[in-house]
């Protein structure tokens, strides 16, 4: 076996091409673009299948060197936070609470389907703490800092694999159903959402492609700076977290500074440009998305998959049919039944079986069709990116006790 490592530049241009051969596959394939499937997630499994084809025919495994995504992990979030205004924040309080309910329930029904499906299967101790919440979740991040423990406890000498694997195919299945699931809900219900509101995060589809007299390269840049300056300041409270004995993720501290100065500079110093819900930011911020997710999933290592058996497939398919039923008949009613419920169904399915940026991808999918949905950009990061994680943590730590 031969191992291909492609260096950082490489990498970020070959997440480019990977992004255009899923808009170009999108576009060639009309169901693909009618079912909200963002184009980064094409160009990103078809890319991981290639890598798989060469490691299991040609005897090559390709790795990539992924320090660009996690740099546009944090352009993505600050852009987030710099479009949180304290009116939406305040706006979004009531839906901030129930959404979070909903996925704190979640959290427990997903760990009991695990354990409920791993007795059943017969799988071994300590085996269903991986296929829950912890991979699904989790996410990768949670995964590696929770499996050695698990391995610990539990004498689970593979449950790094076994995380990764759950983790890596919920990762797929959240970008393949979130926005089918959307279009199900906005197609039976008659939804539509608002025709004269800036998107988040990219620009209409129908747009793509034409003169936009509001973007410029003195746009850009300013914006640019701004989003520079967040993180900035980011890395420095993020230092400041650690030394005081609290964990954040460094994308979390990001989004709140970043929130922190959207709604207190402009108020200091009206005159001065801010980017906030500016066509410069929504396009930052699609692309940062766009190649994060693009290299995310052309690194997948596909061929960790095949050596654990059809049990995993069997508790993943239970854990995205419990997921989409609760998404139908849970979390679509309790967010209102309404346009902005129907894009955070979409996201929910990223936050259930994959993670944030798939979630995002996913609402932002469905906005490109159907139209701004402001409410479920600023409710679901702070849930999914910050209160879910430590609620898991908490529920992790009484399972492997």
Known sequence: MSTIEVPGLLSFTIAILVFFAGAN?????????????????????????????????????????????????????????????????????KPFLILLAVTLAFLVIQNLVSMGASEVLGLPEGMAILLGSTSLIGGHGTTIAWAPIVSSRFGLTNALEIGIASATLGLVVASLVGGPIAQYLITRNGLSGPKDEELTIGVPRDAVGGHDDDVSYISLLRTLLVTNVAIIIGYALHEIILEAGINLPLFVVCLLSAIVMTNSIPILAPRLPWPTHTRGLALISDLSLNIFLAMSLMS???????????????????????????????????????????????GFCGISLGATPTAIANMTAVTKIHGAATIAFIILPLVSAFFIDLANAAVLGFLVR
């Open 300 to 346: 997948m290592q596909l061929w960790g998959l095949s050596g654990l058996g059809l049990s995993l497939a069997i508790v993943l398919a239970v854990q995205t049919l419990v997921a989409v039923v609760y998404i139908i008949l849970v979390v679509f009613p309790a967010m209102g039944r309404n346009y902005n419920a129907a894009v955070i169904s979409a």
């Open 25 to 93: 596959l999108n576009r060639l394939i009309p169901a693909l673009t009618r079912w909200s499937i963002p184009e980064a997630v094409t160009g990103g499994l078809l890319a991981a299948f290639v890598t798989l084809v060469a490691y299991e025919f040609l005897g090559t495994e390709i790795s990539f060197a992924l320090g660009a995504r996690d740099l546009l992990l944090l352009y993505f979030f600050t852009g987030v936070g710099l479009n949180a205004r304290l009116s939406d924040l305040l706006a979004g309080g």
